[in-house]
């Protein structure tokens, strides 16, 4: 849970947004497409502060509430 806590943090969700920023950068650099794809979502969720990965280890999935 302790990933999960860190990725509903401040810190984390800067985390997410930035490495989706990479990977979509990247996409329109050559990268696969797909990559961009997740970056686009990356950038979602670290935006709209929910963690995707607290369902998994019994939590809510909104950032806040954990």
Known sequence: MGVARFF???AGRWLRVLAGAVLIIGA?????????????LFV?????NICLLAPLF???IRGRRL
Do not use: H, N, Q, Y
């Open 8 to 10: 509903a943090s401040a």
């Open 28 to 40: 329109l650099a050559g990268w696969p497409l797909w990559l961009g794809i997740i970056g686009v």
């Open 44 to 48: 979602v969720v670290g935006g709209a």
């Open 58 to 60: 019994g939590g809510p």
